[in-house]
């Protein structure tokens, strides 16, 4: 069976130069493999931006779903799929929850990234699949000693990304152990445009009617402006069925705004944490010898980052609105949704602690109510 790199531990391989796409000058194949690689070294350390995201969405997960979902089929999109290891979370929760089966939509402009997320969700449902999965995996049915070599070897993650997205082909379903997955994500523009997502997943042929779960995790809702933010809950809101619910999680700036001693030191810290996106952004860098630079703004209140050029100028990169905790459950409110849960990372109680500084979140499980439920 395929194993990933978290299942082979320290015996992985590198990357095959043979098996690298054809354009291997995509950029984008080398963010993913750096994307795939940080969260895979941070995933577990709840001292990283990363790691306090997990243990948010571990809390969320151990609250919300107490038999919730026994028996029913739900359907898992996952917007701004990203390498795909928090969905496995989620997964696995639904699956403790007795959910009769899960079919899972990764939803990502990275289609490499999309390719680890079903690796990953594939592989961890410890299965052997089919030489016809693999092959359907591989968007590669005509060539079966290919096939034949990832059913037998331990091939690494990130060749199989690389062989798989090296072709195009149509969409088509695996099925393994209750859970089924695409053999290629969607590459859909979610927030500007909820009613195609939408409308992308419901045309794949094996989507069925359930509860829909839809992540949106990784603090990405930070990265859109204030109206592109409360339109996309807006018409998500509009697209979903009652009873169907909302993953998310948000940065969290600190409490108070202004004038505790420790903020300062929270800032800071808080830089230190973000810089580590250095790891895969550094592949849109436009000049040789640009220093990666983060810096939090406190009138606009966003983490801003961004590469120095030799010269002094600056190539902004983007930047992470972070949320006063009451501010992201009011907005998801005036959505129409209503809060089940909520956990903050545990540096952000009401008073803000002295003693554990840097990248506070927030993850929350909403749903849309059904007509006339308080």
């Known amino acids: 069976m395929f194993q990933t790199e978290t299942q082979r531990g320290d015996q992985g391989s590198g ?45 969320v997960l151990n609250e919300t779903l107490d038999g919730r979902f026994s028996g029913k089929r739900v359907n898992l999109i996952d917007l701004g799929a990203g390498n795909g290891q928090k969905a496995v979370l989620v997964l696995e929760a639904l ?47 005509n060539e079966p ?28 379903p695996i099925e393994l152990g209750g859970v089924t997955a695409p053999n290629q994500g969607l590459d859909v523009d979610f927030v500007r445009d909820a009613a195609a997502t939408y409308r992308a997943v419901r045309e794949l042929g094996w989507y069925r009617e359930g509860i829909t779960i839809h992540c949106l995790l990784g603090r990405t809702i930070g990265n859109y402006a204030a109206q592109a933010r409360r339109r996309f809950l807006s018409d998500l809101q509009q697209e979903m ?54 810096d939090y703004d406190r009138t606009s209140k966003k983490v801003r980052y961004g590469f120095k050029r030799p010269d002094g100028s600056i190539q902004k990169m983007g930047s992470s609105y972070l949320f006063h905790a009451s501010e992201l459950l009011d907005t998801l409110r005036e959505s129409g949704l209503r809060i089940l849960c909520s956990q903050t990372s545990a540096e952000h109680p009401p008073a803000m602690s002295t003693t554990s500084p840097g990248s506070g979140c927030m993850t929350i499980v909403a749903e849309k109510p059904h007509e006339g439920s308080p």
């Open 145 to 172: 000693e290919l096939v034949e070599q990832v059913a037998t070897e331990n091939v690494s993650l990130d060749e199989l990304v690389a062989m798989s997205c090296d072709t195009s082909d149509h969409l088509a």
């Open 95 to 141: 699956l403790r929850d007795d959910a009769q089966a899960v079919d899972y939509f990764p939803i990502d402009r990275n289609r490499y990234l999309s390719k680890y997320a079903i690796f990953k969700v594939i592989s961890s449902r410890r299965v052997q699949p089919t030489r016809r999965d693999i092959a359907a995996l591989l968007c590669r049915p």
């Open 241 to 294: 069925s009652p009873g169907d619910l909302l993953l998310l999680d948000a940065g969290l700036r600190p409490e108070p705004d202004s004038d505790s001693e420790a903020v300062p030191r929270w800032i800071r810290q808080m830089e230190k944490d973000y810089l580590v996106g250095e790891h895969f952004m550094r592949f849109e860098a436009d000049t040789e010898g640009s220093a990666f630079q983060v």
């Open 15 to 59: 990357v095959s130069y043979l098996l690298l796409p054809r354009r291997n000058h995509d950029r984008g194949f080398a963010i993913a493999v750096a994307f795939n690689q940080l969260v895979e070294d941070h995933f577990h350390d709840p001292t990283t931006k990363i790691g306090k995201e997990v243990i948010c969405l571990e809390r």
